[in-house]
């Protein structure tokens, strides 16, 4: 019996930890609420802010399990502006947003560089 309650201690402990290293970080800053989110091994997965009314606010960056950049983006009171980054491999794509709405994307690659405007 004792040692089924130890077992029992020691999973629990486990389990609370694991579950408080993965829990989003909150910090507030002025009128924002800066955010870090976290992959399950404890990596950075994306961190940015939300304004007042809860809505994403300036600059978000992600990341994949490994720590590399996945993307960078901006919003503005929740809504998509400015030049957005994209990293896949060995090409990294750009895309820019006004109003929320795609204005252009230029992709590059080792290889070669694709323009596409709409």
Do not use: C
């Not at 579950?19 to 910090?27: R, S, V």
């Not at 091994?41 to 809860?54: K, L, M, R, S, V």
């Amino acid at each position: 019996m004792k040692k089924i309650v130890i077992i029992l201690v020691m999973l629990s402990v486990g389990f609370t930890y694991a579950q408080n290293k993965n829990k989003p970080q909150l910090e507030k800053k002025g009128d924002l609420l800066i955010a870090t989110y976290f992959h399950d091994n404890g990596e950075i997965q994306q961190t940015g802010a939300f304004d007042a009314n809860g809505k994403l606010q300036g600059k978000w960056t992600s990341f994949d399990v490994d720590g590399n950049k996945l993307a960078v983006a901006t919003y503005d009171a929740g809504k998509k502006v400015g030049k957005w980054f994209f990293w896949e491999g060995d090409s990294l794509k750009e895309v820019d947003y006004r109003n929320n709405a795609i204005v252009s994307v230029v992709e590059w690659s080792n290889d070669r560089t694709l323009v596409s405007l709409d």
